[in-house]
């Protein structure tokens, strides 16, 4: 019986309980050589803990058990935290419980602060073109649209096509940023292009009332003066304040799949062509402040010369 979604344990050579994790964590780790057909795994369900190669055609690992048959040093068995407790193995020993390690103890590239910043200054920019473009359209509706009324109600009828498409902005964000990261790419358009994405704080996708309440908890970071955002730069697991409210996680686009050596640990390329756009722009406008300032001053030189 196949359970797509079951949150896995395991057994490492070190004879450490590892978990919880996915069952793409599970392959992956597999894939590596890090496990073999003999490491003793566990889900919810199980009976007891059992080797890998019992379980290789739920997890989709389709080798002869003879293909990884290095046995590793003999582990104890060990109950997996918080779930279901497998019952007593008389042939090995009695089980001994181990405090399981946090995400963060996985091999896990999480996205740091440069990377984030990059993915929202894009999803900024994204947002603000549409939402102008929108603003523009209904604006020159609404005015030619009052030009026939008296100015009092003129005015009045303007005031309230403002304060919908502000209101229209935020239904914009929420929907934009909930829908996408809900979404099987967990990321917007910016972290698509910075490769990163979202997950709960096990790895798992997020449903579209939760990514819902990761963006409106984003507003404690606005409100905290954007100090909220930098905590990505210095917390453990890179996360924002809102990360914490919400119990997200912003990660490696290949984090918590069955290929983790692909994820990136340093700058991504994307990243820097933003940095070096931005000192562009830092360059050409101090050149432009510069020159305000020297221009008139120059000419005031020369009328007072002359």
């Not at 009695?94 to 984030?116: H, T």
């Not at 498409?165 to 358009?189: K, P, R």
């Amino acid at each position: 019986m196949s359970h797509p979604d079951a949150i896995w344990y395991y057994v490492d050579a070190q004879g450490q309980q590892q978990g919880p994790v996915t069952a793409q964590i599970v392959v992956g780790q597999f894939r590596l050589g890090r496990l073999t057909t003999t490491t003793l795994v566990w889900r919810e369900g199980l009976p007891t803990w059992v080797g890998l190669d019992e379980v290789r055609q739920e997890l989709g690992i389709a080798v002869a058990a003879a293909a990884n048959s290095v046995v590793p040093p003999a582990p104890p068995v060990v109950a997996p935290v918080q779930q279901q407790t497998p019952p007593r193995d008389e042939s090995v020993g009695a089980p001994r419980r181990s405090v399981a390690p946090s995400v963060g103890a996985q091999d896990i590239v999480y996205a740091g602060f440069l990377r984030r910043w990059a993915a929202l200054f894009i999803d900024s920019i994204i947002l603000s073109v549409v939402f102008y473009a929108l603003s523009m359209f209904f604006g020159m509706a609404a005015v030619f649209g009052s030009a026939s009324l008296d100015a009092g109600t003129g005015a009045a009828a303007l005031n309230g096509i403002f304060a919908m498409m502000y209101l229209l902005y935020f239904l914009m964000a929420g929907a934009y940023y909930s829908l996408l990261e809900s979404s099987s790419n967990q990321a917007t358009v910016g972290k698509m292009a910075l490769g990163i994405k979202v997950t709960d704080s096990n790895g798992q996708r997020l449903s579209f009332l939760h990514a819902l309440g990761r963006w409106a908890s984003a507003a404690l970071s606005y409100l905290t003066f954007y100090i909220g955002f930098f905590f990505a730069g210095w917390t453990e697991r890179k996360q924002a304040l809102h990360d914490f409210v919400a119990g997200t996680l912003v990660v490696d686009r290949w984090a918590f799949t069955d290929q983790p050596e692909k994820q990136q640990r340093q700058l991504h390329g994307c990243a820097v062509a933003f940095l070096v756009v931005m000192a562009l722009f830092a360059i050409i406008a101090v050149i432009g402040i510069l020159a305000a300032i020297a221009i008139p001053a120059y000419q005031d030189y020369v009328q007072r010369s002359s």
